[in-house]
């Protein structure tokens, strides 16, 4: 897997991760180029990623790139591509985006225009090569360009590819923000263990190896999940009396509002920082 010079403008953990990512699969070392502004940043990559071309300026890694990737915060996208436009309208490399929240077309506009973008939603299991990642891209984009693209963000994990960027706020909604739900159960289900007497370390070792088994057991069965619930929650025991309690407290309906609520901000954050990218 090679397609010439990738660079990667900001070298947080995703950065990290796709780039180790990119290496383990057999990627040239010297095509990788990132930019990262602070020195003992750039001392640890250089140390977890041998051979990739670590600089301070963004300028250095852009020059000549064939893909660009976007790794910096949203809020301060736009202040990050803005000065790139130059170089990226001679160039037209293919731009992937990892930014959340931050719409492809203004992240085209903030470039010059008429460039291919592809915006990308990972997750934080992309850190340990365990993620999902959300895509979409926009028409300027190649064939060539879209696999190149899905091949780089694959390096840590499967990647779904979704119709528009509407569906990227909802995967934000569900795979972005998803381990965050899992934590919080598992929280919840470690403090109730010990409420009830168990040992902490014991607690935490029960409900970890339960979501690992619970999470093989939904993906190898091929059957629904209300058909794997009915196999544990057998009439009259103890998980039909725990669905019972939860079913009575609209645990479901209160889920449901909870993942809405984490689109309708991804939605909110696009349309800030398009008010915000406007040229005065």
């Known amino acids: 897997m090679d397609y010439g010079k990738v660079a990667y403008v900001g070298g947080g953990n995703m950065t990290r991760a796709l780039a180790g990512g990119m290496l383990a699969a057999g990627y040239e070392p010297s095509h990788i180029f990132i930019s990262e502004p602070l020195a003992e940043h750039r001392a ?97 984009t190649s064939e060539h360009q879209l696999r190149a693209a899905t091949n780089i963000i694959s390096t840590t994990g ?60 939904a993906e190898q069965s091929g059957e629904s999940m209300d058909a794997l619930i009915a196999r544990v929650r057998s009439p009259g025991g103890t998980t039909a009396a725990a669905f019972d309690h939860l079913d009575n407290t609209d645990f479901r309906d209160i889920f449901s509002a909870a993942v809405g609520a984490a689109r309708d901000r991804a939605v909110n954050l696009a349309n800030q920082a398009h008010e915000a990218g406007k040229d005065d």
């Open 44 to 140: 640890r990559l250089t140390e977890d990623l041998p051979g990739a071309v670590i600089c301070e300026a963004n300028d250095d890694v852009v020059r000549d790139a064939e893909c660009i990737v976007l790794a910096v915060k949203p809020q301060i996208l736009c202040d990050v591509c803005k000065p790139l436009a130059p170089v990226v309208q001679k160039t037209r490399p293919l731009i992937i985006s990892i930014a959340a929240g931050v719409r492809g077309a203004d992240i085209e506009s903030w470039l010059g225009g008429d460039l291919p973008v592809v915006r990308v939603m990972p997750n934080q299991p992309a850190l340990l090569r365990l993620g999902i990642s959300g895509l979409c891209a926009n028409e300027h």
């Open 158 to 217: 499967p990647v779904i590819k979704v119709a528009s960027e509407e569906d990227i706020d909802t995967v934000t909604a569900v795979s972005g923000t998803g381990p965050a739900y899992f934590y919080l159960l598992v929280d919840m289900l470690v403090k109730a263990a010990v409420d009830l007497g168990l040992d902490y370390d014991d607690a935490l070792a029960l409900v970890l190896e339960t979501a690992r088994g619970a999470g093989e057991m």
